[in-house]
């Protein structure tokens, strides 16, 4: 129905910068918020940035000021963009996206599969 592939993690010293990518497609009507949320080796799943169809951003507070979340609603894409990265970054980050596949149905919450991202010296 729905797939968010995500793209664009990797190695990076520690200051560096990592732009992250998640393309939405399958049947979708509508794109509701969208968001990154990303998990750490022994930790819970957390929330890095949301944003609505509006263009409304949330950032966790670990990151504001460093990370910026953007979307092309016309391209169904997600995008993150990670500045001044630190070891506590490192963790797998995953898109979330509130789809609607048709005008009668409510929406669901998808998930991509994460990408890696290694802030590492």
């Known amino acids: 129905q729905v797939q968010l592939v995500e793209s664009g993690g990797g190695l990076v010293q520690p200051g560096g910068s990592l732009r992250l990518s998640c393309a939405a497609s399958?049947?979708?009507?509508?794109?509701?918020?969208m968001g990154w949320y990303r998990q750490a080796p022994g930790k819970q799943r957390e929330l890095v940035a949301v944003i609505s169809s509006g263009g409304s951003t949330h950032y966790a507070d670990s990151v504001k000021g460093r990370f910026t979340v953007s979307r092309d609603n016309a391209e169904n894409m997600l995008y993150l963009q990670m500045n001044s990265l630190k070891p506590e970054d490192t963790a797998v980050y995953y898109c979330n996206a509130a789809v609607r596949i048709d005008p009668s149905y409510s929406s669901y919450n998808y998930w991509g599969q994460g990408t890696q991202v290694t802030v590492s010296s």
């Open positions: 399958g049947s979708i009507f509508s794109i509701y918020d």
